[in-house]
């Protein structure tokens, strides 16, 4: 069988000012394409649908959309799980009607997919808390999917049923659910799969970092990083959500890949090439994997200049790329000058001014807090030590609406 692997959509994600919507409907078509040429049995979503748990609605609409196109009717299985982004309850609420287009969405780490059958001969012949058996129209070999949506480690206790969580107890005790559903159903007659959304690494090695902008999964309350060692044997390939650079992390006991985002969504990510991830996996034999490329969506470009007239040089060569411009100067940004920056680019998302003095230099390096300061005042301190020069009205504005706000 033929499976896609995708993952981090975060539909209704925008960048600055800048709407990605038009760009997230380009490539959302690009992967059914995709699905579509190479005749794929099954489209594995690793989490992060929407950006944030309350969507726009014209993200939740695009949503369906695509997800109906992947399923072609009925004959293709598409599983979805919840990444850190997501609601639970909202991935899962259109459960009884998507199931009958072949589509099972997963809120929780222990979410149960009720059995069913279709015309087309799609059907999930086994399930319990956590995996799922399906029967596929165009295959002869079962697929059995463990699947594991983000739960942070509150939400972990429950599922799993652990209590004072010791450093390595969530570790232990995933891995333990997974090879006891791996034992009790991954045997050699069918393709074996682990889904999930979390932060996976090999034991002992540096831990990478997370997004630029993406909530982090590392942190007090959130689960930590599962290792490449507490994937069962059994399992042919690990397909994983969360980071948004496209990677391999492991090879044993099988591939294991973060896919990517189909968009780069921060200018952490800027010139990184996005894809998804094609596998062909038999029943008993190594799964391959291949990467293709998503060529929708603008290309996220930084650029650091010493005049004015080099980034406008620049950006007039980029005119299709979302921006970001670091200007080296030895004055503050004129307004004239911003006003040509703009004109000559209509996708820039931000203006860097680094000011080359030596006062501003020594501020940047070892910045001092006066605490006595009033709360204005502070964060004026902090936005010349971020961006090399005071605010203007209009942000403070908006610093004493949000603050006002705040004391309400």
Same mark, same amino acid.
């Given at each position: 069988m033929k499976i896609l692997h995708t993952a981090d959509w975060h539909l209704g994600k925008r960048l600055e000012r800048f709407s990605r919507l038009e760009e997230q409907k380009a490539v959302l078509q690009e992967i059914c394409e995709i699905a579509e040429q190479e005749k794929v049995d099954a489209v594995l979503v690793a989490g992060d649908l929407f950006d944030a748990f309350n969507p726009p609605a014209e993200a939740a609409e695009l949503f369906y959309k695509i997800l109906k196109r992947l399923s072609g009717d009925g004959n293709r299985a598409v599983i979805a799980i919840a990444g850190n982004h997501d609601s639970p309850e909202r991935i899962e609420a259109p459960d009884p009607l998507a199931r009958e287009c072949g589509i099972i969405l997963a809120g929780y780490p222990d979410s149960v997919v009720a059995p069913f059958s279709l015309e087309s001969g799609l059907a999930v012949t086994r399930s319990e808390p956590g995996f799922l058996e399906l029967k596929l129209p165009f295959s002869p070999t079962l697929l059995r999917i463990l699947f594991t949506p983000y739960a942070n480690e509150n939400r972990l206790k429950t599922c799993l049923g652990f209590g004072e969580n010791p450093e390595t107890e969530l570790r232990s005790l995933l891995q333990q659910r997974w090879q006891t559903l791996a034992d009790q159903y991954c045997d050699t007659a069918g393709v074996n799969i682990l889904l999930a959304h979390l932060f996976m690494m090999q034991q002992g090695e540096t831990v990478f970092e997370e997004p630029e902008d993406e909530k982090p999964i590392l942190?007090?309350?959130?689960?930590?990083?599962?290792?490449?060692?507490?994937?069962?044997?059994?399992?042919?390939?690990?397909?994983?959500?969360?980071?948004?650079?496209?990677?391999?992390?492991?090879?044993?006991?099988?591939?294991?890949?973060?896919?990517?985002?189909?968009?780069?969504?921060?200018?952490? !990510?800027?010139?990184?090439?996005?894809?998804? $991830?094609?596998?062909?996996? =038999?029943?008993?034999? +190594? /799964?391959?994997? @291949?990467?293709?490329?998503?060529?929708s969506g603008r290309r996220l470009l930084r650029g650091s200049f010493d005049s004015v007239?080099?980034?406008?040089?620049?950006?007039? !060569?980029?005119?299709?790329?979302?921006?970001? $411009?670091?200007?080296?100067? =030895?004055?503050?940004? +004129? /307004?004239?000058? @911003?006003?040509?920056?703009?004109?000559?680019?209509?996708?820039?998302?931000?203006?860097?001014?680094?000011?080359?003095?030596?006062?501003?230099?020594?501020?940047?390096?070892?910045?001092?807090?006066?605490l006595d300061k009033r709360i204005e005042e502070l964060f004026g301190d902090y936005f010349r030590h971020k961006h090399g020069q005071p605010p203007n009205e209009e942000i403070l504005q908006l610093f004493r609406e949000v603050l006002a706000e705040t004391e309400e």
């Open positions: 942190h007090v309350g959130g689960a930590q990083a599962v290792y490449t060692e507490s994937v069962p044997r059994q399992i042919q390939y690990v397909a994983l959500g969360h980071l948004h650079r496209k990677q391999q992390i492991g090879a044993e006991p099988c591939p294991i890949f973060y896919c990517s985002s189909p968009l780069a969504y921060s200018m952490s !990510e800027a010139e990184q090439d996005k894809y998804v $991830i094609l596998v062909e996996a =038999e029943a008993g034999r +190594a /799964a391959t994997c @291949r990467a293709r490329k998503l060529k007239d080099e980034a406008i040089a620049w950006l007039r !060569e980029n005119p299709a790329a979302l921006v970001e $411009i670091t200007l080296q100067t =030895e004055t503050f940004l +004129a /307004a004239e000058e @911003r006003r040509k920056l703009n004109e000559a680019h209509g996708g820039i998302v931000a203006v860097i001014p680094l000011v080359k003095t030596a006062e501003t230099t020594e501020k940047a390096s070892k910045p001092e807090i006066d």
